[in-house]
């Protein structure tokens, strides 16, 4: 009877045993195998320009992949792209999430993941190009303000050049068969359209000797900004120079404002008339503030045409922006590629508020009046 008893028990156990078993052993469907198959992704290759991090070395399908991209030299860099190939993803392009950490669903095949990035750092020569630094003061720059009322931004080749010189010492090739690139790295600084680059062809030939970058001083804010210069020479396969350097602007100094008056200006053009007419002469009078700096708001000098349709009892009449207490010189000048024999002379004749002495005018008060006569000398 006791064999029978121990004989039902150690069943009894073997019977628990292989319940707990099943259980432990995930025997209700969480077996291994049950997650779906692994399929391995292949990292980017690595640079100097940007790490990954947080990428596995597999998933499983259906999982979701997250890993995060960063730039080694954020300032100095650009992020091309990121994308995923393998399974139904043809190199898809990844967009970063709101911490610019990037994902992607794991497909039912291998994939592989690439980063597009270029380091640009500041360098002084590439290959066929070099930076011309004659001026040490090339790479500091500042943000355009209008002079006076009125005053509209002019690109001209002042302090917001930068020149890139073409080495022919140390290669034989020309350069007329090219492309060239600019852009910014800080497009808060200096957006992309605020460059323009012109080629310097001498003597009006078709050999290019360099690259004058214009930089639109109207568009850019204070700050720092790496403008980078990418010349490819078509006629020689592989060749091409980068350039970098970084760029630094700052806010100008604010003028000073100052009073301006209204005056009235009288020009007795009554003894020239029928000359200027018959000989088609082009006359302006040129207006210059003897005591103007370029600390002021106020325009430097105002320049009037002569105009027949004006004249009213032989007399021309204009109304002069003048900078309160300046003294101004006025000059009557032919404007033509050959100047007559004859020259003009001009005569004060009288004002009111008004003073002249020395070849030079001023005003006491706004509202005053000069009166001038012209004349044949």
Not at 236 to 256: D, K, R, W
Not at 283 to 310: H, V
Request: charged share 25%.
């Amino acid at each position: 009877m006791k064999k029978k008893l121990f004989a039902a028990f150690l069943t009894l156990v073997g019977v628990l045993a292989c319940a707990f078993g099943l259980a432990a052993c995930g025997g209700d469907g969480d077996d291994e195998s049950d997650k779906g198959t692994s399929y391995s992704i292949q990292a980017p290759e690595e640079s100097d320009a940007y790490t990954v991090s947080g990428l596995p070395e597999s998933a499983r399908a259906g999982e979701t992949v997250t890993f995060r991209v960063t730039l080694t030299h954020p300032a100095d860099s650009v992020l091309h792209y990121v994308e995923v190939d393998g399974g139904d993803m043809d190199d898809e392009k990844l967009a970063p999430v709101a911490d610019g950490s990037y994902s992607f669903v794991m497909p039912e095949d291998y994939v592989s993941v690439s980063v597009s990035a270029d380091y640009y750092p500041d360098n002084d020569e590439s290959l066929f190009l070099f930076w011309n630094r004659a001026d040490e003061n090339a790479d500091n720059i500042e943000i355009w303000q209008p002079a006076y009322e009125g005053d509209g931004y002019s690109n001209t080749f002042d302090d917001s050049v930068l020149t890139a010189s073409v080495d022919n010492g140390n290669y034989s090739y020309e350069l007329h068969n090219y492309s060239d690139e600019v852009f910014s790295l800080n497009q808060d600084v200096i957006p992309d359209d605020a460059l323009s680059v012109i080629p310097e062809k001498p003597s009006g030939g078709s050999l290019t000797t360099g690259f004058d970058i214009c930089i639109d001083r109207s568009k850019i804010k204070a700050g720092t900004a790496k403008i980078v210069l990418i010349v490819e020479n078509i006629s020689q396969y592989g060749h091409i120079s980068t350039l970098a350097c970084t760029v630094t602007v700052t806010e100008p100094e604010p003028l000073e404002k100052v009073t301006i008056w209204q005056e009235t200006i009288v020009f007795d053009v009554s003894e020239i008339m029928a000359w200027v007419e018959e000989e088609r002469l082009q006359i302006d009078f040129y207006f210059l503030d003897t005591d103007w700096t370029d600390q002021i708001y106020a325009r430097e000098a105002y320049g009037f045409d002569y105009d027949a349709s004006k004249i009213e009892n032989g007399k021309l009449t204009f109304t002069l922006p003048y900078t309160a207490k300046h003294k101004y010189s006025v000059t009557p000048r032919f404007r033509m590629s050959s100047k007559p024999d004859e020259v003009l002379e001009i005569e004060y004749v009288k004002g009111d508020f008004a003073d002249y002495t020395g070849g030079a005018f001023s005003f006491r008060s706004g509202g005053g009046r000069a009166e001038f006569k012209v004349t044949r000398a």
